[in-house]
């Protein structure tokens, strides 16, 4: 059974930096594409960004210049650097484990930590 298991978010000011971490276990993580959600009160889950298995990067509008993905193979681990941080990057924010194979998907998630940015 694949687990991915975040780290704790936390409550941080407006402007401030967080990083969030994901371990990956029992997967081939090199093959993956890893990714982070989040999900606001009320609202829909929504992607935040992935990263492929080659390191291909994709970001949300909302957190382009703010927020980088990055993952490190030797750790099996994603991780999240959130800067700038504003009020409405506050939600639970869930890692994603994701590939096709055969017509096949493999679609994994962590437990989800919430982040809540406010003074």
């Known amino acids: 059974q694949v687990q991915l298991v975040e780290s704790r978010g936390g409550l941080v000011q407006p402007g401030g930096s967080l990083r969030l971490s994901c371990a990956a276990s029992?997967?081939?993580?090199?093959?993956?594409?890893m990714g982070w959600y989040r999900q606001a009160p009320g609202k829909q889950r929504e992607l935040v960004s992935t990263m492929t298995s080659n390191g291909i990067t994709n970001y949300a509008d909302s957190v382009k210049g703010r927020f980088t993905i990055s993952r490190d193979s030797a750790k099996n681990t994603v991780y999240l650097q959130m800067n700038s941080l504003k009020p409405e990057d506050t939600a639970v924010y869930y890692c994603n484990a994701y590939r096709t194979a055969s017509g096949y998907e493999y679609d994994y998630w962590g437990q989800g930590t919430q982040v809540t940015v406010s003074s």
């Open positions: 029992r997967m081939v993580f090199s093959i993956y594409t």
